[in-house]
């Protein structure tokens, strides 16, 4: 039982550059979701999904897209990355919609040069 | 709108010592509340939840926090510090959409010998 995977661990991409950030789960968890977490920021939402073929915003969403075509797979893609966007990114996912612990990934490093 | 304001973003106590970490939240519904730990280089972990049941919430690795309403606070707490807390806590808010979580800055724990 892995619970929440990230991948990759690092990336350091070139502004302009485009790239998918991947989570998967194996809870056959419905609810999953996307953070970036910044020094003095705390944790940021930028897109959540309740389930599969349903998507939502959170608040810091522009630059961002995601889909959800499956219960264990949501990726978060730069469409064209942004030194603003350098950032570790968290893939958290929620089970029982009544339970609110979180499982997190261990988080991407991402570096916007 | 929800919100928690961590006071303190650093923290720093000799082993042994008590340890006080300090939330205050802003709720327009009854609050669900959270503390989860990160150490470094890692994800987030739940600590402890309070639901509306018990006002004082036991959690792991010997932490606790009382939610008091008329002081909008959710304080955690442990009796004797050791150096392996040594990490980033964070306090979080349930949405009043339900729908997501929201965190707080973080508090860095600092453990002394």
Not at chain 1, 7 to 14: E, S
Not at chain 1, 93 to 99: E, I, K, Q, S, V
Not at chain 2, 34 to 57: D, H, I, R
Request: hydrophobic residues 35%; contains cysteine.
């Amino acid at each position: 039982n892995a619970g929440v995977t990230q991948t990759p661990k690092f990336q350091v991409l070139k502004t302009g550059q485009s790239m998918t950030l991947q989570c998967a789960q194996d809870m056959n968890h419905e609810y999953m979701s996307w953070y970036r977490q910044d020094p003095g920021m705390g944790l940021r939402l930028i897109h959540y999904s309740v389930g599969a073929g349903i998507t939502d915003q959170g608040e810091v969403p522009n630059g961002y897209n995601v889909s959800r075509s499956t219960t264990e797979d949501f990726p978060l893609r730069l469409l064209s990355a942004a030194p603003s966007q350098t950032s570790v990114y968290f893939c958290a996912t929620r089970g029982d919609p009544g339970d609110y612990g979180y499982t997190f990934g261990s988080g991407t490093r991402l570096t916007v040069v | 709108a929800q919100s928690v304001t961590q006071l303190g973003s650093h923290v720093s106590v000799s082993e042994g010592a008590l340890v006080l970490l300090r939330c205050n939240y802003s709720s327009s519904v009854p609050p669900y509340l959270f503390w989860y730990v990160q150490y470094p280089n890692q994800g987030l972990q739940l600590l402890l939840k309070y639901t509306s049941a018990a006002t004082l919430v036991k959690g792991i690795n010997g932490f606790e926090a009382e939610f008091k309403k008329s002081e909008t606070s959710f304080h955690l707490t442990k009796p004797s510090a050791h150096m392996s807390d040594a990490a980033e806590y964070f306090c979080a808010v349930r949405d009043s959409s339900a729908s997501k979580i929201i965190f707080g800055s973080g508090t860095r724990l600092s453990i002394r010998p």
